[in-house]
């Protein structure tokens, strides 16, 4: 039983195989398809589907370049209400105070004598970045600077990193200047 299975089964693959390595397919005019074979195939030739433009003729004054009068000057423009709408936006976005960024925990402890010799010592490395003491009841924290991406944080973090070693990167409430 099992050996007429198999020799059935390896009919059928045999078959199969040998289908699949056929050569190019012939048309009925006996040639062979272009499709099939790919190397005896010629590009169909498409230039009189594809658009053709007239540009005008504008005469060059010697430099290169078209006079202004060719230019066409938009006619469908919004400029006024665009200015009024980036208004708006420049105004709403100047009431804006507070958002979500990144600032650097420099310390975190109990001891406050600590806490602000750390802060003098920061300020003293990176001057233009804001220090922020904070005290909440027992914990001192002193955060540093005002960072919208985590990498500007990441290159003060390298500066200060040696006066404070355990200093990281938290996600925090930052100003907006």
């Keep these: 039983m099992r050996k007429k299975y198999f020799s059935r089964l390896y009919i059928i693959l045999l078959i199969s195989f040998l289908s699949a390595c056929a050569s190019a397919v012939r048309t ?28 005008p ?4 004054s010697g430099s290169g370049t078209a006079t202004a009068a060719a230019t066409p000057m938009p006619t469908n423009h919004a400029n006024a209400k665009v200015a009024a709408l980036m208004d708006t ?7 804006i105070r507070f958002a979500q960024g990144y600032r650097i925990l420099a310390y975190t402890g109990t001891e406050r ?30 955060k540093v600077g005002d960072y919208f991406s985590r990498i500007e944080a990441q290159q003060v973090l390298l500066r200060i990193k040696d006066l404070a070693p355990n200093a990281m990167i938290v996600v925090d409430q930052i100003n907006v200047k």
């Design 57 to 60: 003729n504008t005469p060059n």
């Design 89 to 95: 936006l420049i105004s709403m976005n100047k009431s």
């Design 113 to 142: 004598k600590t806490a602000l010799d750390l802060r003098a010592e920061i300020v003293s490395r990176v001057p233009d970045e804001p220090v922020y003491p904070q005290y909440k009841q027992p914990t001192w924290r002193v």
């Design 28 to 55: 009925p005019a006996g040639s062979a398809d272009s499709r099939a074979e790919g190397t005896n195939a010629k590009a169909e030739d498409l230039s009189k589907y594809r658009p053709k433009f007239n540009l």
